[in-house]
């Protein structure tokens, strides 16, 4: 089983070649262009270059709080992110950016967490026991 899985990560790594990718990243009104070999997840290439993504679990898509807007080249929502997401997060193109892999050019919007939490402090709407249901308007 080891084997198997060591053969399939390097045929990936062989065979699969997404080429030259564009990740455009909007935050705070700022537009930013990277140009990245494809392949890896969003949030890979964001902390690559310096873009800080709020994430307690590493990556690993257990806790959502890299949530993103991926209005373009993310691909169709997954079955590991849909428990994080509202409906209108959805509607709205929010993704967990461990969980997108970048296989084309993606454009992204990165919403200003400060505000949020300090809407969700006002509107008294958050609830530490339910972090991981926190939805961004």
Do not use: H
């Not at 969003?42 to 690993?60: H, Q, R, T, V, W």
């Not at 969980?99 to 530490?128: C, G, H, S």
């Amino acid at each position: 089983l080891l084997v198997i899985t060591a053969l399939l990560i390097i045929a990936d790594k062989l065979l699969v070649n997404y080429g030259q990718c564009k990740i455009v990243v909007e935050k705070d009104g700022e537009e930013t262009t990277y140009k990245v070999e494809g392949g890896q997840n969003l949030m890979s290439y964001l902390i690559d270059a310096g873009i800080e993504i709020s994430s307690s679990c590493g990556g690993k898509g257990t806790c959502g709080y890299c949530k993103v807007q991926v209005p373009d080249g993310g691909g169709p929502i997954l079955p590991t992110e849909e428990i994080f997401m509202s409906r209108a997060e959805k509607e709205r193109d929010m993704r967990l950016a461990c969980q997108v892999k970048v296989k084309n050019d993606v454009r992204i919007q990165i919403p200003n967490y400060l505000e949020i939490v300090k809407e969700l402090a006002a509107n008294k709407n958050f609830d530490a026991n339910k972090r991981w249901l926190v939805t961004i308007k």
